[in-house]
Antibody, heavy 119, light 111 residues
Framework: QVHLLESGGGVVQPGRSLRLSCAASGFTFSSFTMYWVRQAPGKGLEWVAVISHDGSNKYQADSVKGRFTISRDNSKNTVYLQMNSLRAEDTAIYYC????????????WGQGTLVTVSA | QSVLTQPPSVSGAPGQRVTISCTGSSSNIGASFHVHWYQQLPGTAPKLLIYDSFNRPSGVPDRFSGSKSGTSASLAISGLQGEDEADYYCQSYDSSLSDVVFGGGTKLTVL
């Protein structure tokens, strides 16, 4: 069955960096677009970054543009989120999610990893 | 402010039927992009509940149903149970933003 497992979260000081990983299993990873979606404490869902199935297209939300970078290694069935210049407002649970085409839904989600940006 | 508008909260007694609305615009729901619904139980990740506006993934009870009309969509939950207490989010695609968009979420309380 499809499984997504995030890791790499933790407590980090403002201005520092963190890299999240999402290990996928149970499906042909290289065939799917993948997203990172975050949820600040008590808030709703916000997409952060997206990467196409082969890594050729990548986009970030305006709120993280220039600071966050998404990448993937299809040989390792893993998608990454490199987060630089972290701010307090980046504090959130970060989920990786599989993007289903053509309906454009998120059909599977990981359990999430918590990132806390605090001095 | 979310592109898709949902009521912050709804409530109902066990056994009752509740609906959650999701209002968009001509560049998302009104442009015939599908609407999807997610259920987020307390302390867990979101789970796909309804896709393509009407369809249920396997394992989702038929107490949950979706509909769409014009620039709005709705999620209906009949025969409310305590285990339905959760946050519910709608999601679509917006052609003006060229992005996926979410509703702000609705907290369902079972009285």
């Amino acid at each position: 069955q499809v499984h997504l497992l995030e890791s790499g979260g933790g407590v980090v000081q403002p201005g520092r960096s963190l890299r999240l990983s999402c290990a996928a299993s149970g499906f042909t990873f290289s065939s799917f677009t993948m997203y990172w979606v975050r949820q600040a404490p008590g808030k709703g869902l916000e997409w952060v970054a997206v990467i196409s199935h082969d890594g050729s297209n990548k986009y970030q939300a305006d709120s993280v543009k220039g600071r966050f970078t998404i990448s993937r290694d299809n040989s390792k069935n893993t998608v990454y989120l490199q987060m630089n210049s972290l701010r307090a407002e980046d504090t959130a649970i970060y989920y990786c999610a599989r993007f289903s085409m053509p309906d454009m839904s998120f059909d599977y989600w990981g359990q999430g990893t918590l990132v806390t940006v605090s001095a | 402010q979310s592109v898709l508008t949902q009521p912050p909260s709804v409530s109902g007694a066990p056994g009752q039927r509740v609906t959650i609305s999701c209002t968009g615009s001509s560049s998302n729901i009104g442009a015939s992009f599908h609407v999807h619904w997610y259920q987020q139980l307390p302390g867990t990740a979101p789970k796909l509940l309804i896709y393509d506006s009407f369809n249920r993934p396997s394992g989702v009870p038929d107490r949950f149903s979706g509909s769409k009309s014009g620039t709005s969509a709705s999620l209906a939950i009949s025969g409310l149970q305590g285990e339905d207490e959760a946050d519910y989010y709608c999601q679509s695609y917006d052609s003006s933003l060229s992005d996926v968009v979410f509703g702000g979420g609705t907290k369902l309380t079972v009285l």
